[in-house]
């Protein structure tokens, strides 16, 4: 099945996902993991100001949810789609600036996921209103309205497909993390052999009433016999294309560096 989405490459983290082209919502990664897209929305929100109590109002949907609809996909950890080209470009007008045409991309949904399908009308018309009467409804899947806009919630794996935006965010990286190159190429032969290395994941805590959002990196394939077997066979038997200029600079005696999220740091105050 394929769907489509706004991809912001011009910010590093998701350009880094972007050019490794498989996106992963995965709770069993772990139950702090938050979805990418929420936690761009959070650190908006939190850089805006003014914003933060819509977070108690998510919260409040993914109980009800937990509660009342639990094979429905959560808001907190789902990745977001729109199921045609038409749905995507109408959200970009009913929307604001951050979805940009030229971030559209096609997406291939892979393997075995969990799909929801609400209306974006109720979070546009009712997330700020204080008045929560309306999330079982959004949760079951009716229309807010006459026109409502559908977005998907998916839980599972996907693939970016086409190459221009990918190439894009090959640019935003090097600029960005130019000595990660390596293991930004590690990362995308990883994905064709099965394995999340290099997997930038979002991950919740709360303490009281603070929340606080880091990103890790998965590298526990970075000492898998196994997996580095098999990376070393792709490689060296051409099963597929390689950057060879970028993984030299990780064998040649160079250090191979991971991104600096430290600025993917944020916390707030419920």
């Given at each position: ?121 109720w979070i546009s ?14 949760l079951s899947g ?129």
């Open positions: 099945m394929n769907v489509f989405a706004f991809l912001d490459v011009e910010d590093p983290w998701i350009a880094w996902l972007v050019y490794r082209a498989e996106m992963v919502a995965l709770t069993t990664v772990s139950e702090q993991a938050l979805s990418l897209w929420h936690t761009k929305y959070l650190r908006d929100a939190v850089g805006q100001g003014g914003r933060v109590p819509y977070y108690r109002t998510e919260l409040e949907i993914d109980r009800v949810r937990s509660g009342s609809f639990p094979q429905k996909v959560s808001r907190l950890s789902g990745l977001y789609f729109f199921e045609d080209v038409a749905s995507a470009r109408r959200a970009g007008r009913r929307w604001d600036g951050n979805f940009r045409e030229d971030h559209l991309a096609e997406i291939e949904l892979i393997g075995q996921y969990g799909l929801s399908r609400y209306d974006s009308e018309q009712q997330m700020g209103s204080g008045d929560w009467s309306w999330i079982t409804d959004y009716h229309p807010q309205g006459t026109e409502p806009l559908w977005e998907l919630l998916v839980e599972g794996r996907d693939y970016v497909l086409g190459t221009d935006l990918r190439e894009r965010a090959y640019e935003v990286v090097s600029r960005e993390w130019p000595e990660s190159l390596p293991l930004l190429e590690f990362a995308r032969l990883a994905v064709e052999l099965g394995s999340d290395l290099g997997l930038i994941v979002p991950m919740l805590t709360v303490d009281g009433n603070v929340a606080r959002v880091r990103a890790a990196m998965d590298m526990r394939d970075a000492r898998n016999p196994e997996f580095l077997s098999r990376l070393e066979s792709y490689v060296k038997n051409g099963e597929g294309p390689v950057n060879f200029a970028d993984l030299r600079r990780g064998f040649g005696g160079g250090e191979m560096r991971a991104p600096d999220l430290g600025d993917r740091f944020f916390e707030f105050t419920m």
